[in-house]
């Protein structure tokens, strides 16, 4: 099978524009989590997504939004880019349908913001 | 929300030598996840303990849940170059806490060979 595939890997953007990233989970997977990764504040949790609804969110603001299709394939969306977004941005699946257990992360996407 | 500690923060260790890290958390936890990243890479699952005093091993890699489910250890034995990278605990919320895990800040292992 296919590991969790994120596009694009690498994204250089300016402070103020927008930025949509994509996730493809591992075929069968159903449950797509984002990360975002930073020296100073590690791995943090953005949200959840399954069946096409966000089932949970963590404590970003509301710059930071995404979504999910019909194929589970999912893109996190962040507008309004500050400098303290440059980040690696991690997208995981997981097989269990309420996203616990293992979870497969992606290689990432690494946005600079200038 | 649930949080964790997890020290050291670096460890640099010869090849050859023992290597641990520890994660504690204030509340009881129902189960802990670890994870390694390797440098430039991503976060690759290793085990998840879900018992009281629990203990897994994998090849050289020993992980404990302690009795009280409130911390982790994660043991290498004999280290190789192979080891080296960033090791995490992680927690998944109870109830509906969906495909959240939270993560300990990380222990950053280098082996000098």
């Known amino acids: 099978k296919a590991g969790v595939t994120q596009t694009p890997r690498y994204l250089i953007k300016t402070r103020g524009q927008q930025v949509t990233l994509s996730c493809s989970p591992i075929?069968?997977?159903?449950?797509v989590s984002w990360y975002q990764q930073t020296p100073g504040q590690g791995l943090q949790f953005l949200f959840e997504?399954?069946?096409?609804?966000?089932?949970n969110k963590g404590n970003f603001p509301g710059r930071f939004s995404g979504r999910q299709f019909s194929n589970s394939r999912s893109e996190m969306n962040v507008s309004t880019l500050e400098l303290g977004d440059s980040a690696l941005y991690l997208c995981?699946?997981?097989?269990?349908?309420?996203?616990?257990?293992?979870?497969?992360f992606g290689p990432g996407t690494r946005l600079t913001v200038t | 929300g649930q949080q964790v500690m997890q020290i050291p923060q670096y460890q640099h260790v010869q090849e050859g030598e023992d290597f641990t890290t520890y994660c504690n958390s204030s509340?009881?936890?129902?189960?802990i996840q670890w994870y390694k990243q390797r440098p430039g890479g991503h976060p690759v699952f290793l085990i998840q303990l879900v018992k009281s005093g629990e203990v897994k091993k994998q090849k050289r890699l020993t992980f404990q849940f302690g009795e009280a489910k409130k911390n982790s250890s994660l043991h290498i034995t004999a280290t190789q170059t192979t080891d080296v990278g960033t090791y995490f605990c992680a927690l998944q919320g109870g109830g509906t806490s969906y495909g959240k895990l939270t993560f300990g800040q990380g222990t950053i292992l280098t082996v000098h060979p």
């Open positions: 997504y399954f069946s096409e609804t966000q089932r």
């Open positions: 995981a699946s997981s097989l269990e349908n309420t996203g616990r257990g293992e979870q497969y």
């Open positions: 075929s069968g997977h159903r449950s």
């Open positions: 509340t009881t936890l129902s189960n």
